[in-house]
Nanobody
Framework: QVQLVESGGGLVQAGGSLRLSCAAS????????MGWYRQAPGTQRELVAV???????NYADSVKGRFTISSDYAKSTVYLQMNSLKPEDTAVYYC???????????????WGQGTQVTVSS
């Protein structure tokens, strides 16, 4: 059983910074990608940033130059450093991973429970 556990959300003033962490636990054999999505009230969940193994990173245009995604796959962990935060970044942030785990070994898509990020103006 794979679990993604997020931490680091909270309340911050506009212009401030937060760092999100997501650790995957379980019997993990390989990681295809890990990343972050967000969902504000009344909107669809959207991609924020992702790291694809052997390929690189991808960011939403709205966060380029402000957010940085990084990973430590030896620890099955992904981070999201968020700088110059804006009120429009307010949302629930979800960790996502596509990884090979379990017995039998299966490549599957997993989601964390979400962590609230609120940016006040």
């Amino acid at each position: 059983q794979v679990q993604l556990v997020e931490s680091g959300g909270g309340l911050v003033q506009a212009g401030g910074s937060l760092r999100l962490s997501c650790a995957a636990s379980g019997t993990i054999f390989s990681i295809n990608r890990m990343g972050w999505y967000r969902q504000a009230p009344g909107t669809q969940r959207e991609l924020v940033a992702v790291i694809v193994s052997g390929v690189g990173t991808n960011y939403a245009d709205s966060v380029k130059g402000r957010f940085t995604i990084s990973s430590d796959y030896a620890k099955s962990t992904v981070y999201l450093q968020m700088n110059s935060l804006k009120p429009e970044d307010t949302a629930v942030y979800y960790c996502n991973a596509i990884l090979e785990a379990g017995t039998p070994r299966l490549m599957s898509n997993y989601w964390g429970q979400g962590t609230q990020v609120t940016v006040s103006s």
